[in-house]
């Protein structure tokens, strides 16, 4: 049941990217809600019901697998960096951040992230190109004169994104009690 409302809420998001977020772009740069969405994920410590699970990698994954349907870099790469960045996020934030997360770390997390994604699609790219499986390279200047308008425009949709994901919790927490009653 969880997995179908992380999905929805994934759908949900990308609509919102592709939709409304695509009207409002500054200098050809839109947000990234499905990124925000698994770094807040990823960085939950969350209690010790929720504290091991790897639901933080299915979210990655099918957020990757979404945006790779959706754009036009070669297939997998969103599917491969997501999966890259939330295991580097979560096992930081597990053993290296001994401190509670705050804003600061959040901040920092998106933009560690955020180079980190468009690196690997760069790299992604120059590799499948060299292999002769993408038709096109992908420039490197691309991705990096948007960086700073969308690491801004992240950071100001960071917030509400974090209500987004705590709702989403608080949802399937309120679920899966209302489901053990039943049973």
Partial sequence: MKYLIYLLA????LGLNAGIFSSFQIKGVMPNLLLLFMVLFSLDRGDS?????????????L??????????TFFGSFALAFLLISLVLRLSSRHLLVFEMNWKYYS????????????FIWF???LCFRLGWAAYLLDGKVLRSGYLISLVYNLL???PMYLF???VKRGIAYLSVQFRKIK
Avoid: K, M, P
């Fill in 157 to 159: 949709l960071l917030y």
């Fill in 63 to 72: 957020s990757g697998l979404f945006l790779d349907f959706s754009s036009t």
């Fill in 49 to 61: 019901e929720t504290r091991d699970n790897a639901d933080f990698l299915v979210i990655a994954f």
């Fill in 108 to 119: 920092a997390a998106l933009a560690v992230s955020l180079a980190a994604l468009s690196f």
């Fill in 10 to 13: 994934i759908i949900l998001l």
């Fill in 165 to 167: 994901a705590e709702s």
């Fill in 124 to 126: 992604y790219n120059l």
